[in-house]
């Protein structure tokens, strides 16, 4: 079956550590995304690629990094730069062939204390 | 700067009425995507929407698009208890690369 896995379904961390979420796609697609959100908010954009070895700033890029060495594969690191990291993150992919449409994880939710 | 509202942000309504859930944005796109989550739960789509004048149906839900009027609509046909959830609509844009602006959802409540 296609899809996208992100693991683990929950995390806990403490304040200060750096933590990685991973994203796995096996449906080809060549754009993948990385979205926050928190308790009875939107979604908002952190990072996305548009292709391999190339990713750009989403709208609240502080405190993250991503990589993107594989075409099914963006992980993201949530650094201790980032202040308020507890939230649930979804990872989203999309392809021209499927006009665009996003398909999402099933998202991993960080708990920082 | 893109924006995608939504309204109402709530909507609490009983078993059997019908409804309309407006998504209006700021900039020129084809293109608008419904998506349905339900609590604790990750995004799952609904509708494509990808030319004016498109239309789409799915059981009690029928999403529609006027790009002329930046506005699309998600209606609801006698509405059952299953369908209480946050719906988020969603316009891509486009500047070198594709990206997604998503409105700030309608949480939506049927009561029995």
């Known amino acids: 079956d296609g899809g996208i896995t992100q693991s683990p379904k929950y995390l806990f961390r403490k304040e200060g550590q750096n933590v990685t979420l991973s994203c796995e796609q096996n449906?080809?697609?060549?754009?993948m995304y990385w979205y926050r959100q928190d308790p009875g908010q939107g979604l908002r954009l952190i990072y996305y690629?548009?292709?391999?070895?190339?990713?750009q700033k989403g709208d609240i890029a502080e405190g993250y990094s991503v990589s993107r060495e594989k075409k099914e594969s963006f992980p993201l690191t949530v650094t201790s730069a980032q202040k308020n990291p507890t939230a649930f993150y979804l990872c989203?992919?999309?392809?021209?062939?499927?006009?665009?449409?996003?398909?999402f994880g099933p998202g991993t939710r960080l708990t920082v204390t | 700067e893109l924006k995608v509202e939504q309204n109402p942000l709530f909507l609490s309504m009983q078993e059997g009425k019908n409804y309309t859930i407006y998504c209006n944005y700021s900039?020129?796109?084809?293109?608008l995507y419904w998506y349905r989550q339900d609590p604790g739960k990750s995004l799952e789509s609904l509708f494509v929407?990808?030319?004016?004048?498109a239309v789409k149906q799915e059981g009690r839900l029928m999403a529609s698009l006027d790009t002329k009027a930046r506005l699309s609509t998600l209606h609801i046909t006698a509405a059952v208890h299953d369908l209480s959830a946050t719906y988020f609509c969603?316009?891509?844009?486009?500047?070198?690369?594709?990206?997604?602006?998503f409105g700030t959802g309608t949480r939506l409540k049927v009561l029995a």
């Open positions: 929407l990808l030319s004016n004048g």
């Open positions: 969603a316009v891509d844009s486009y500047s070198g690369t594709y990206k997604y602006i």
């Open positions: 449906l080809n697609h060549d754009a």
């Open positions: 690629s548009q292709i391999v070895n190339d990713f």
């Open positions: 989203a992919s999309s392809s021209p062939g499927t006009g665009y449409e996003q398909y």
């Open positions: 900039t020129t796109s084809d293109r």
